[in-house]
């Protein structure tokens, strides 16, 4: 199962992703605007879990509009 978690790389948003991500059974894509946060929110999951499969996808609200 893949699970997009958005604002992944602080907060409820981290949480959420680390929780799924050591669960087990989930590709947990961290969508965050900030690419560095985001990549060093996949580090500390992954430093905590080497197992997990968790990855960064950027996003960006200015393409919304």
Excluded: H
């Amino acid at each position: 199962r893949v699970v997009i978690v958005t604002g992944a790389d602080r907060g409820v948003g981290f949480e959420t992703a680390r929780y799924l991500a050591a669960e087990g059974g989930y590709d947990v894509i961290l969508a965050c605007r900030d690419q560095d946060k985001g990549q060093l929110a996949v580090q500390k999951i992954k430093r905590d879990n080497p197992s997990a499969l968790a990855t960064f996808m950027q996003v960006s609200v200015e393409s919304m509009w």
